[in-house]
Nanobody, 127 residues
Framework: QVQLVESGGGLVQAGGSLRLSCAAS????????MGWFRRAPGKEREFVGV????????YYRDSVKGRFTISRDNAKNAVYLRMNSLKPEDTAIYYC????????????????????WGQGTQVTVSS
């Protein structure tokens, strides 16, 4: 089990950027693929992207490709979500989540494959 804490959310104007961080506990962080999800107001939580344990593979939902980048620093037990060219429709609570294994293409957006979740951080994009 790994404990996750997100940070870095806030209010930003459309077109701006934010970088979210997710700090993880545990000594085997590199054995977890890490995903980012978000829940917009009045909507179900949706998949944003995922990164493999060694950082070599990333996968994103179409609507954020080219704007969002996931990276990780295993020495710091941290994963990041860099968000550029933000749009009002990116407004949501953003969650990081951990899954054992590195086959990130196996149901990348399937929440049941993620064992541990953070509490979320709010991102608000104003128009």
């Amino acid at each position: 089990q790994v404990q996750l804490v997100e940070s870095g959310g806030g209010l930003v104007q459309a077109g701006g950027s934010l970088r979210l961080s997710c700090a993880a506990s545990g000594r085997t962080f590199s054995s977890y693929a890490m995903g980012w999800f978000r829940r917009a107001p009045g909507k179900e939580r949706e998949f944003v992207g995922v990164i493999s344990g060694n950082g070599g593979i990333t996968y994103y939902r179409d609507s954020v490709k080219g704007r969002f980048t996931i990276s990780r620093d295993n020495a710091k037990n941290a994963v990041y979500l860099r968000m550029n060219s933000l749009k009002p429709e990116d407004t949501a609570i953003y969650y990081c989540a951990a899954r054992v294994g590195n086959d990130v293409y196996d149901g990348p957006g399937q929440e049941s494959k993620y064992n541990d979740w953070g509490q979320g951080t709010q991102v608000t994009v104003s128009s």
